[in-house]
């Protein structure tokens, strides 16, 4: 029985959308009702896992999960050992520097050295300020981000955007997008080497459904 981790949050709805289109059906996941974090596809074939979007990756690693849905975002920030198979092109959004409307720094290379930058990422951000060679003090938040450069705690934030209207609203305005970001499918490598349960013929499945799409 091949297992799927499933995200919880924005990219649900249509992760379970897509796996009804090939025959799978984690519909009971969205029932407010359902506080079951298993269940079943009613043919008998498929077990679905809700976990928060971060852990996807760690339950398809350790082999708890043959499949996942995951934010390119999270891939990045992660760095996990499982196989990327398809850009699913949904839950588009990306990973962006904002600072105040009101800053005197338009792009990342004019922060000062040493300046505080918030965020939920902190490798992609260590990452992207070290590839301009510019120390930056990471500070790690995993609430509402966009109160560091509000409050005066740090001088920028690296975050997802996706309408960019929080920003906005919070008085942000974004100087740099890192890269973009969608669902991608992951599998853990060994299964997908091994075939376990047959999961290449459902990964075939995905990838027609995307093509039919397009």
């Not at 928060?52 to 390119?72: N, T």
């Not at 092109?89 to 792009?107: D, E, L, N, T």
């Not at 301009?132 to 690296?158: C, F, H, Q, R, W």
């Not at 974004?174 to 376990?196: D, G, K």
Request: charged share 20%; glycine share 6%; net charge neutral.
């Amino acid at each position: 029985m091949i297992t799927v981790a499933l995200p919880k949050g924005a990219l649900l709805i249509d992760s379970i959308r897509l796996l009804q289109a090939v025959g799978l059906d984690f519909s009971a996941f969205l029932d407010p009702a359902n506080r079951q974090l298993q269940i079943h596809d009613p043919t008998q074939t498929a077990k679905g896992l809700l976990v928060r979007a971060q852990d996807v990756p760690v339950y398809v690693e350790y082999g708890q999960a043959q499949l996942g849905i995951v934010g390119y975002d999270v891939l990045r920030e992660k760095k996990p050992q499982v196989a990327s198979l398809v850009d699913l092109k949904f839950g588009k959004c990306r990973m962006s520097v904002a600072v105040k409307q009101s800053s005197p720094y338009q792009r990342p290379v004019e922060l000062p050295p040493h300046s505080r930058v918030a965020s939920k990422f902190v490798h992609c951000a260590n990452e992207y300020f070290e590839s301009l060679d510019l120390p930056v003090e990471i500070i790690p938040l995993y609430g509402s981000v966009e109160l560091g450069p509000i409050t005066g705690m740090s001088e920028a934030i690296v975050d997802l955007v996706s309408t960019g209207k929080t920003l906005q609203q919070n008085g942000l305005t974004e100087i740099q997008v890192l890269f973009e970001s969608t669902a991608h499918l992951i599998a853990h490598p060994l299964s997908y080497r091994l075939n376990t349960d047959g999961l290449k013929d459902l990964i075939t499945q995905i990838r027609a459904e995307l093509t039919v799409k397009l």
